[in-house]
């Protein structure tokens, strides 16, 4: 069974820079897992900051950027706001139409 | 403005079936992915699967057994059956769309609010 691994949580001071990662428990990660990035607030559907691995979804500013980075996708927030105190999952194309989540990461802003 | 409203029963009791609908306004539900998501308390989102307008289909490997998607064109919605729940098939149900090019689907554009689907006797 393929799992996605996040690191479960980060901590980042405000106007500071985290960068998140995406890795499968087998192989690397590339362009063509079709990495997404979720932010997701309690009570709230996840909306999307990255598609594609580094395309970023309409409204979403331009601190968050998506990449791979050695085996692992990435996300990495440049310059971090208060309201970016959230959950962040990604999620992989696996093959054969499968899509799998990660565990999500719970990013502090202190 | 796209809108999606997901509808069924807040508890189920185990062993019997979840059915949940989710209703798609302002936008046609043809020719476009759709998928349920689903997520326990406290924990992570879970991809249960997605099903095209025409009725293809493709689940989690780890749900695949209990799972049935469908849609209903004409009433412009879709539906989830997951069959002999158990406890740990309590959870936020999200259904939502797929933003699709004529290569692949990237990401979840769009979602519903959710519903808590609890199962207990």
């Known amino acids: 069974q393929i799992v996605v691994t996040q690191e479960p949580s980060f901590s980042v001071s405000p106007g500071g820079t985290v960068t998140l990662t995406c890795g499968l428990s087998?192989?690397?990660?590339?362009?063509?897992?079709?990495p997404n990035w979720y932010q997701q607030t309690p009570g709230q559907a996840p909306r999307t900051l990255i598609y594609?691995?580094?395309t970023r979804s309409s409204g979403v500013p331009g601190r968050f950027s998506g990449s791979i980075l050695g085996s692992k996708a990435a996300l990495t927030i440049t310059g971090a706001q208060a309201d970016d105190e959230s959950d962040y999952y990604c999620m992989l194309y696996i093959g054969s139409g499968i899509r799998v989540f990660g565990g999500g990461t719970k990013v502090t802003v202190l | 403005q796209v809108q999606l409203q997901e509808s069924g029963p807040g508890l189920v009791k185990p062993s019997e079936t979840l059915s949940l609908t989710c209703s798609v306004s302002?936008?046609?539900?043809?020719?476009?992915?759709w998928s349920w998501v689903r997520q326990p308390p406290g924990k992570g989102l879970e991809w249960i699967g997605y099903?095209?307008?025409?009725?293809?289909?493709n689940y989690s490997p780890s749900l695949k057994s209990r799972v049935i998607m469908s849609v209903d064109t004409s009433k412009n919605q879709f539906s989830l059956k997951l069959n002999s729940v158990v406890a740990a098939d309590t959870a936020v149900y999200y259904c939502?769309?797929?933003?699709?090019?004529?290569?692949?689907?990237?990401?979840?554009?769009?979602w519903g609010k959710g519903t808590t689907v609890t199962v207990s006797s």
């Open positions: 594609n691995t580094n």
């Open positions: 099903i095209y307008y025409s009725g293809s289909t």
């Open positions: 302002g936008d046609s539900i043809s020719n476009q992915w």
């Open positions: 939502a769309r797929w933003y699709c090019d004529s290569h692949m689907c990237y990401h979840l554009d769009v």
């Open positions: 087998s192989g690397s990660v590339s362009s063509g897992h079709y």
